[in-house]
C-alpha cells in the first residue's frame, strides 16, 4: 500500500513539483510543501487561490509551510479529497483496487495520472506484493485498467474518453481524455436529453458553456450496453485540457473554500459563490457571470448547483477566471423540488426569489446595483425571448419542456423584471 505521495502541477511541458503528501504508520496523513516550490516566488504556478495572498508573499508563504493544507489528520485534506469521484464512479473505481484499499489517499493514488486540472500525483513506493485479483468491470475487459483511472468529481456515471473521428472511446495508457461523456441513467429517463437542453438553454440566456453534444450510444466503444440503456450519452469538451494536450489547472468552490466535498450543499450559499467568482476571477465581469447563471437555475428549476458544480480556472497557470458553466440540469422535471441547492439570503426556495435578493447581495459584494439589476433583467429577457421557440427543437419529452415552461411562469423574478414568457 502506497505510503508517499508526490504532487505536481504540470505548467507547459514541465512538471514542477508542489510537495509530498504522507501517510505514517498511525495513520495520520500530512502535506509538505516543497521549499523550491516555495522559492519561485509570486510567480509559481498556482495550486488554489485558498493559499496565495496577492502582494503579500510572507503570509501567502506561511499559508504555504503551517496552513490548514499542511495540518495532520486522520483523512486527506478536503483540497485533495475534492479531486476525486464521488457515488457510481467511485464504486467503479473501488472495483479495480486492492482489497482493504479503500481511502481517499489510496483512491487518489490510483488516480493520480488523470486527475482534473493540472494536478498530478505519483506513487513515491510501490506495494511489496502484487495486489490480490480485481473484480471484473461491467465493461469491455480489455479496457478495464483505463476507464477507471481518471478522476471526475460527481455522483453521475460519467467517463473520460477521446474523441475520434465520429467516435467514443476510452485513451490508451498514459493518454488523457478530452471528452466527458456522462452515461445514461437507470434512475432518470432521458437524462443525456435533459442536461444537454438545460445547458443549450443556459447558454441562449447569456451563460458561458462548454461544447457539448449528444452522441449515439452505438458510437461509444468499449462499454458494455447494459451500462448504455438510453439512446444518446452527453459529450462535453474538457475545459481542463487544451487541443494540444496541455493540461490547464481548475479547483471547484469547494476546494476553494477547503470545505470537505460532504459540505457541498451546506459550506456556503449564493452570496459566498458570487463572492468568491468575483475575489479570485475576473472580478465584476466574473461577479455577473455567476449573476446569469444563478439566474437562469431558478428559471430552469436546477436545484444542484452546489459548490462543486462551480469553478476556477488557471489558463495562465496563475490567474483565475470563472471557468465554463457545467452539470446544469433541470431538475425540477424529477423531483418537482423548487429548492435551490445552496440558500440565496434565507431561504432555498427558487419560487420567491426576487430583484430584491439580487440587488442586496450585490450591495454586500460591492458591486454597482442597478448593474446586477439590469444583468437580471437580460437574462430573463433573453431567456423569454429563446426558450419557448427553442423548446421544438431540443431534444426534450413534451412533458419536460411543458413542467420547465409552465413554472417559470410562476416565479417571482419573472413578476419582479416584468418579463412574458
Known amino acids: 500500500m502506497s505510503n508517499t505521495l508526490s504532487v505536481f502541477l504540470r505548467s507547459g511541458k514541465a512538471d514542477i513539483q508542489v510537495g509530498t503528501l504522507i501517510r505514517e504508520r498511525s495513520g495520520l496523513m500530512r502535506f509538505i510543501v516543497e521549499g523550491a516550490y516555495i522559492a519561485l516566488g509570486e510567480n509559481r504556478p498556482l495550486l488554489s487561490s485558498s493559499i496565495r495572498f496577492i502582494g503579500d508573499e510572507e503570509r501567502t508563504v506561511r499559508m504555504l509551510t503551517s496552513g490548514p493544507i499542511t495540518q495532520p489528520g486522520r483523512d486527506l485534506h478536503p483540497w485533495f479529497s475534492n479531486l476525486l469521484p464521488e457515488g457510481a464512479l467511485r464504486d467503479l473505481v473501488l472495483r479495480g483496487l486492492p482489497t482493504g484499499a479503500t481511502t481517499d489517499f489510496d483512491v487518489l493514488a490510483h488516480l493520480g495520472h488523470d486527475l482534473p486540472g493540472a494536478v498530478m500525483v505519483r506513487v513515491q513506493e510501490e506495494p511489496a506484493v502484487a495486489p490480490p485479483e480485481r473484480e471484473p468491470l461491467s465493461t469491455d475487459q480489455a479496457d478495464a485498467p483505463n476507464q477507471i483511472r481518471f478522476s471526475l468529481a460527481g455522483v453521475q456515471l460519467k467517463m473520460s474518453m477521446l474523441k475520434q473521428d465520429e467516435r467514443l472511446t476510452f485513451p490508451a495508457t498514459g493518454m488523457n481524455g478530452d471528452i466527458i461523456v456522462k452515461l445514461p441513467s437507470e434512475r432518470y429517463a432521458m437524462l443525456p436529453e435533459l442536461e444537454y437542453s438545460s445547458m443549450k438553454l443556459a447558454e441562449a440566456a447569456g451563460v458561458t458553456i462548454p461544447h457539448c453534444e449528444l452522441v449515439q450510444t452505438e458510437s461509444v466503444v468499449g462499454i458494455k450496453p447494459e451500462i448504455l440503456r438510453g439512446n444518446y450519452v452527453l459529450a462535453v469538451k474538457r475545459f481542463d485540457r487544451a487541443a494540444d494536450g496541455a493540461r490547464v489547472h ?125 444583468e437580471v433583467t437580460r437574462t430573463v429577457e433573453k431567456a423569454a425571448d429563446t426558450w419557448d421557440k427553442m423548446m421544438k427543437d431540443l431534444p426534450l419529452s413534451g412533458e419536460h419542456a411543458r413542467i420547465i415552461m409552465d413554472r417559470v411562469k410562476t416565479l417571482r423574478l419573472s413578476a419582479d423584471t416584468k418579463v412574458a414568457f
Open 250 to 374: 481548475m479547483e471547484d468552490f469547494c476546494q476553494v473554500m477547503q470545505a470537505p466535498k460532504e459540505r457541498k450543499y451546506t459550506a456556503a450559499n449564493e452570496e459566498t459563490v458570487m463572492n468568491l467568482a468575483k475575489r479570485f476571477g475576473r472580478g465584476t465581469k466574473d461577479y455577473l457571470e455567476i449573476v446569469r447563471r444563478t439566474t437562469v437555475n431558478i428559471l430552469l428549476g436546477n436545484g444542484d448547483a452546489h459548490l462543486k458544480n462551480h469553478s476556477l480556472i488557471y489558463a495562465d497557470g496563475i490567474n483565475g477566471a470563472l471557468s465554463p458553466a457545467y452539470d446544469i440540469v433541470a431538475t425540477i422535471v424529477y423531483d418537482g423540488s423548487n429548492e435551490l441547492a445552496l440558500k440565496f439570503r434565507d431561504s432555498h426556495d427558487s419560487l420567491t426569489v426576487g430583484l430584491a435578493r439580487f440587488q442586496r447581495a450585490a450591495d454586500l459584494a460591492g458591486v454597482p446595483v442597478n448593474v446586477v439589476k439590469k
